[in-house]
């Protein structure tokens, strides 16, 4: 089993609904319950601020902001992380860049990017806005392909924001007309190189997962999903890194009227699509139910939590959100099993306590209600 990341201690202040509250844990799973708009969803917004990016929602910072409050947010965190015992404390400050900037400290000290969260611990979520992830447009499954990828190479995120950057700025010299040939060159090695990384990292992480198998699905409890990328270099599957480099190259030298007509960049990574399809019923995900989309999704973030605890050597945080609303008592106690099993620590929320007995004594137990905690038996 897997090495467990512990949040011991939570502190929000100014956050959302939450204008101070401190937390405990004890090490164990989270289950908070509460009407609908209590607070829950935003709990477990805080604590994915502890990974890099804009969290759950990917909110603007500054609307994380409590309401009516001008001196931005806090987050502080206590936990036994994949580097032992560390704090944690990340924010946003007032004014006009409150929206757009977020720093973080790791033990008092302040850290040049966000990426060095991941150094103590994996965070992975699921939450209902995901839902129509399988019908939804290519760039929520990129997105949500990239998280993925992310908590397990680090590094992806900064590959994937200077693509954007050298893409941006090659599209704003086309869009001139008469572009600095040695510039504009400079800029399609620049994305050819960044570009089949993405794409090969990409890969691996699919390749990976599906070596997993069925291992996640709680023997049948969660179906299996077989996935796939479509939309860029799809017939270059086993070429060398440097051949797939210089086949990007040429694609983008050879596509700059077309791209400039365009005003966008028409190939590369950032346009391709995550396909997924029901294994058990060789059928596209996107035909399925709702029922067994939701399973599958479930079961996709099984195994990739199972997929990175096994490449870090530590169990990755789980953040579900209502993820026992759509589920019969069967398949509810199943989840909590695969969830134990995996050896980290999960924080769930429900509008019902009834849902998660089959958690038992595996929990704590809170009940939420305006921004409010009480601990319940």
Not at 51 to 65: F, T
Not at 186 to 207: D, V, Y
Request: with cysteine; hydrophobic share 40%.
């Amino acid at each position: 089993m897997a090495s467990k990341v512990t949040i011991l201690r939570l502190v929000l202040s100014n956050f959302r609904n939450y204008g101070a509250l401190s937390l405990r844990f004890d090490g164990r799973h989270v289950v908070l319950t509460g009407d609908n708009g209590s607070g829950k969803t935003n709990l477990l917004e805080a604590i994915s601020f502890l990974s890099p990016g804009r969290g759950l929602r990917r909110a603007v910072y500054g609307d994380a902001v409590r309401e009516g409050q001008d001196q931005g947010f806090t987050i502080f965190s206590e936990l036994e992380g994949m580097e032992g015992e560390v704090e944690i404390g990340t924010g946003v400050g007032a004014g006009p860049d409150a929206g757009s900037l977020r720093k973080v400290r790791i033990n008092g000290t302040e850290m040049k990017s966000a990426d060095e969260l991941l150094n103590h611990l994996r965070i992975l979520w699921l939450t209902p806005s995901m839902d129509g992830l399988f019908t939804g447009p290519a760039s929520d499954r990129r997105r949500f392909l990239d998280r993925l990828v992310l908590s397990l190479d680090p590094t992806h995120g900064r590959r994937a924001a200077d693509f954007e950057k050298a893409m941006k700025m090659r599209n704003r010299l086309l869009e001139d007309g008469k572009p600095d040939e040695t510039w504009l060159s400079g800029l399609e090695q620049q994305m050819a190189e960044l570009g089949i990384a993405m794409t090969i990292a990409r890969n691996e992480m699919l390749s990976l997962i599906a070596q997993l198998g069925d291992m996640a699905t709680g023997n049948g409890a969660f179906p299996s999903a077989r996935l796939r990328l479509e939309g860029f270099l799809d017939d270059a599957a086993g070429l060398p890194a440097l051949d797939l480099e210089e086949r990007y190259l040429a694609l983008l030298r050879e596509g700059r009227w077309r791209d400039q007509a365009a005003g966008r960049t028409l190939q590369g990574p950032h346009r391709v699509d995550l396909l997924v399809d029901h294994s058990e019923k060789n059928m596209d995900a996107a035909r399925c139910s709702t029922g067994e989309q939701k399973a599958l999704l479930t079961g996709l973030i099984l195994a990739h939590a199972r997929l990175t605890a096994s490449l870090t050597g530590y169990a990755p945080v789980l953040l579900l959100d209502e993820i026992a609303a759509h589920f019969d008592e069967k398949r509810r106690a199943a989840l909590f099993d695969l969830i134990e099993e995996l050896g980290g620590q999960a924080f769930m929320t429900g509008t019902d306590r009834q849902l998660f007995n089959a958690l038992g004594s595996r929990a704590q137990y809170f009940s939420v209600s305006a921004g409010a905690l009480t601990p319940i038996d």
